[in-house]
């Protein structure tokens, strides 16, 4: 709709306004406007973070100004996410962030590396997918920070190698103007139990809200104010857990959740998080 007003405004303007100065001004406007609307180019004055709703798995799109990140790719359902990228007329990719190797968060990576110019791929250092050989994978350990053109991660999982894959997730605290998101990955209760973790704004509630995780512990220590699940539309598992669900919500907790709520799009504009829902 703002689009509409603004494109109608410059045109009345163009029509109606005899001073040839002004007439020659609002014409370039018009003309670079109308560019960039069939190029359908992004280019966001605030962070834009979408919580995707998915065929099957999860997957977060990061856009600020120039930079895109993504944070898993689903499983890949008929290249479901390679088709929203291009619909919002992403080209390059600046960080594919692969949380651990299963194909509900990893599943489209390969067909996002071959459509889009992918600047860094990001894996855990216990991560031993394909991902991990290319000339292009930074591996974080523990500790170790990631400094994007905007963005700061601190990786503070996973702690160990572990047999249980879930467990070697990439655990992040993303920071972003002033308000912390906490990216959980697959990490369940015994890992949770390891860590003591800092107070948070946004939890991105782990395993698709299963009951392996999002411990009571976890949820007293981030005491988050907002919560999402990405469940994906379709999964065999029932998720996500009712249990899970009254626990976040005993505790005042503002939950959105995919299978609910579709597509979950969150701006932070000056310090606030603004959430819209997107069928």
């Given at each position: 709709?703002i689009?509409?007003?603004?494109?109608?405004?410059?045109?009345?303007?163009?029509?109606?306004?005899?001073?040839?100065?002004?007439?020659?001004?609002?014409s370039?406007?018009?003309?670079?406007?109308?560019?960039?609307f069939?190029?359908?180019i992004?280019?966001?004055?605030?962070?834009?973070?979408?919580?995707l709703?998915?065929y099957?798995?999860?997957?977060?799109?990061?856009?600020?100004?120039?930079?895109?990140i993504?944070?898993?790719?689903?499983?890949?359902?008929?290249?479901?996410?390679t088709?929203?990228?291009?619909s919002?007329?992403?080209r390059?990719?600046?960080?594919?962030?692969?949380?651990?190797?299963?194909?509900?968060?990893?599943?489209?990576?390969?067909?996002?590396?071959?459509?889009?110019?992918?600047?860094?791929?990001?894996?855990?250092?216990?991560?031993?997918s394909?991902?991990?050989?290319?000339?292009?994978?930074?591996?974080?350990?523990?500790?170790?920070?990631?400094?994007t053109?905007?963005?700061?991660?601190?990786?503070?999982?996973?702690?160990?190698?572990?047999?249980?894959?879930?467990?070697?997730?990439?655990v992040?605290?993303?920071?972003?103007?002033?308000?912390?998101?906490?990216?959980?990955?697959?990490?369940?209760?015994?890992?949770?139990?390891?860590?003591?973790?800092?107070?948070i704004?946004?939890?991105?509630?782990?395993?698709?809200?299963?009951?392996?995780?999002?411990?009571?512990?976890?949820?007293d220590?981030?005491?988050?104010?907002?919560?999402?699940?990405?469940?994906?539309?379709?999964?065999?598992?029932?998720?996500?857990?009712?249990?899970?669900?009254?626990?976040?919500k005993?505790?005042?907790?503002v939950?959105?959740?995919?299978?609910?709520?579709?597509?979950?799009?969150?701006?932070?504009?000056?310090?606030?998080?603004?959430?819209?829902?997107?069928?």
């Amino acid at each position: 709709m703002i689009i509409i007003i603004i494109y109608y405004v410059l045109l009345i303007g163009i029509v109606v306004i005899n001073k040839k100065k002004i007439k020659k001004i609002l014409s370039i406007i018009f003309i670079l406007f109308f560019i960039l609307f069939i190029l359908n180019i992004n280019y966001y004055i605030n962070p834009h973070i979408t919580f995707l709703d998915l065929y099957n798995g999860e997957s977060t799109l990061i856009e600020y100004k120039d930079e895109t990140i993504i944070i898993d790719t689903g499983e890949g359902i008929d290249n479901e996410l390679t088709t929203i990228l291009k619909s919002k007329g992403i080209r390059k990719i600046d960080y594919l962030i692969l949380t651990h190797d299963h194909s509900d968060h990893n599943g489209e990576a390969s067909q996002i590396i071959n459509n889009f110019k992918v600047t860094n791929i990001v894996l855990s250092e216990y991560d031993n997918s394909v991902f991990s050989k290319r000339n292009n994978s930074i591996t974080l350990k523990q500790k170790e920070v990631l400094k994007t053109k905007y963005f700061i991660f601190e990786c503070i999982a996973p702690i160990k190698e572990d047999d249980n894959v879930n467990n070697r997730s990439l655990v992040l605290y993303t920071y972003i103007n002033n308000i912390t998101i906490l990216f959980t990955g697959d990490m369940e209760y015994d890992l949770e139990s390891e860590i003591n973790f800092k107070k948070i704004d946004i939890l991105k509630v782990g395993h698709h809200g299963s009951f392996t995780s999002t411990s009571e512990k976890l949820l007293d220590q981030t005491n988050p104010k907002y919560a999402i699940i990405m469940c994906g539309r379709s999964n065999s598992f029932s998720f996500p857990s009712n249990y899970i669900v009254n626990r976040i919500k005993q505790r005042n907790i503002v939950l959105y959740n995919t299978k609910v709520n579709y597509s979950i799009e969150l701006i932070i504009k000056k310090n606030k998080c603004i959430f819209n829902t997107i069928k």
